[in-house]
């Protein structure tokens, strides 16, 4: 059975700094591309991340690009998303999801984790 | 704003077919494939179609999706209560180099 399991959220001060893990098993994760995607409270989906298999291709979106990074480590099965200069609009519950494939565009997000919560707040 | 734009709201009565919409550009819809999501309330969204009009194995074949130009449209048949969800479009840009979503549309079933 496929399972995403995200951590690290939390609640953070503007200017801040948060680290978010994302656990996967019951698959090949060295296969698949993976994106974080997150969802402010009452608001729609917002893409945010995402890396191919081997991290040949890395993209950002707009809002976070020079502030977040994403890596992936295939040993471990892990995805991860470093958070830098965090800011009040960042609030969101951050979602790790499975792309269906590996590739330059994506193929669809087949599975996603529960999400964890991001509150950057003083 | 988000870069594909759907109806806010829609709404049908159980058995009855209803369609939302997507509409976009020519730098994503108009160039890349268009995937929809559903989103039950207080859950992770779920893929429901994939390249245009593919259904996910589990999918029932009461959703199914359409492409023309610059935008797409997902239609529900046979409406039951337990569709009553978020809904959302996405594709890739390719102006943007990344993933764009529809601002979702939140589907009543009367």
């Known amino acids: 059975e496929v399972q995403l399991v995200e951590s690290g959220g939390g609640l953070v001060k503007p200017g801040g700094s948060l680290r978010l893990s994302c656990a996967a098993s019951g698959f090949t994760f060295s296969s698949y591309s993976m994106n974080w995607v997150r969802q402010a409270p009452g608001k729609g989906l917002e893409w945010v991340s995402s890396i191919s298999s081997s991290s040949s291709y890395i993209y950002y979106a707009d809002s976070v690009k020079g502030r977040f990074t994403i890596s992936r480590d295939n040993a471990k099965n892990s995805l991860y998303l470093q958070m830098n200069s965090l800011r009040a609009e960042d609030t969101a519950v951050y979602y790790c999801?499975?792309?269906?494939?590996?590739?330059?565009?994506?193929?669809?997000?087949?599975?996603w984790g529960q999400g964890t919560l991001v509150t950057v707040s003083s | 704003q988000s870069v594909l734009t759907q109806p806010p709201s829609a709404s049908g009565t159980p058995g009855q077919r209803v369609t939302i919409s997507c509409s976009g550009s020519?730098?994503?819809?108009?160039?890349?494939?268009v995937y929809w999501y559903q989103q039950l309330p207080g859950t992770a969204p779920k893929l429901l179609i994939y390249?245009?009009?593919q259904r996910p194995s589990g999918v029932p074949d009461r959703f199914s999706g359409s492409k023309s130009g610059t935008s797409a449209s997902l239609a529900i048949s046979g409406l039951r209560s337990e569709d009553e969800a978020d809904y959302y479009c996405?594709?890739?840009?390719?102006?943007?180099?990344?993933?764009?979503f529809g601002g979702g549309t939140k589907l009543t079933v009367l």
């Open positions: 020519s730098s994503n819809i108009g160039s890349n494939y």
């Open positions: 996405a594709a890739w840009d390719d102006s943007l180099s990344g993933s764009v």
């Open positions: 390249r245009n009009n």
């Open positions: 999801a499975r792309d269906r494939a590996d590739g330059y565009t994506p193929s669809g997000l087949d599975y």
